[in-house]
Nanobody, 125 residues
Framework: QVGLMESGGGSVQSGGSLQLSCAVS????????LAWFRQALGKEPEGLAS???????TSAPSVKGRFTIDENNAKTNIYLYMNDLKVEDTAMYFC???????????????????WGPGTQVTVSS
């Protein structure tokens, strides 16, 4: 059974920072991949960053240098550290998971079978 629950979203001004958290419950003993996606109104989901079960991160070129994925030692939470936020970062942010290898780059949304309910991030100018 896989459980994912995001928190930490909110409203911030352009140039500000936010830290998103995701409480993760995932069976151990299998290869898995965790990632963050976002979806803005009227747009397709966009992959931001992924993390293997060995804590090997990958960031999408569109957010590299501003967004960082990490996890705690107990592997019960992953995080998305977001800096220098822009108005165009406004979206619903999702923690997602799949069993097996992480896709090349972050991969497409339909590669991930498990999604949390999401947390809203709103950036104002």
């Amino acid at each position: 059974q896989v459980g994912l629950m995001e928190s930490g979203g909110g409203s911030v001004q352009s140039g500000g920072s936010l830290q998103l958290s995701c409480a993760v419950s995932i069976p151990q003993g299998r290869r898995y991949c965790l990632a963050w996606f976002r979806q803005a109104l009227g747009k397709e989901p966009e992959g931001l960053a992924s993390l293997t079960e060995y804590n090997q991160p990958t960031s999408a070129p569109s957010v590299k240098g501003r967004f960082t994925i990490d996890e705690n030692n107990a592997k019960t939470n992953i995080y998305l550290y977001m800096n220098d936020l822009k108005v165009e970062d406004t979206a619903m942010y999702f923690c997602v998971a799949k069993f097996g290898y992480c896709p090349a780059g972050v991969g497409e949304a339909d590669a991930y079978a498990y999604w949390g309910p999401g947390t809203q991030v709103t950036v104002s100018s």
